[in-house]
């Protein structure tokens, strides 16, 4: 069973930067599809970051491309989401994912992931 635990959420002045951190442990496959999806209040969760263990192109949503990174750290299995040059429309709850995949086959929809984080608050002041 995959366990995720996110921290370094808080706030942050529009134009400021934040790193998110997801510490993972249970995983057994080879393979996952990882990445973080967000939830801004009365909205639909949206994927963020997307990657896939085995290499690949990194998806990301068109809101955050050029501004948020995505990376892992595998000896310390460790996920992270540097967001830069942040927005008041980055306010949400963001949520780490993962989901076991032996192709590089990552949906960015929320049912394409059985594995999700409790969720860990940004809010950006305008």
């Known amino acids: 069973q995959v366990q995720l635990v996110e921290s370094g959420g808080g706030s942050v002045q529009a134009g400021g930067s934040l790193r998110l951190s997801c510490a993972g442990s249970g995983y057994t496959a080879s393979n996952y599809c990882m990445g973080w999806f967000r939830q801004a209040p009365g909205k639909e969760r949206e994927a963020v970051a997307i990657?896939?263990?085995?290499?690949?192109?990194?998806y990301y949503g068109d809101s955050v491309k050029g501004r948020f990174t995505i990376s892992r750290d595998n000896a310390k299995n460790t996920l992270y989401l540097q967001m830069n040059f942040t927005e008041a429309d980055d306010t949400a709850v963001y949520y780490c994912?993962?989901?076991?995949?032996?192709?590089?086959?990552?949906?960015?929809?929320?049912?394409?992931?059985?594995?999700w984080g409790q969720g860990t608050q940004v809010t950006v002041s305008s």
């Open positions: 990657i896939w263990t085995g290499g690949g192109p990194t």
């Open positions: 994912v993962a989901h076991p995949r032996v192709v590089e086959y990552c949906p960015p929809i929320p049912g394409a992931f059985d594995y």
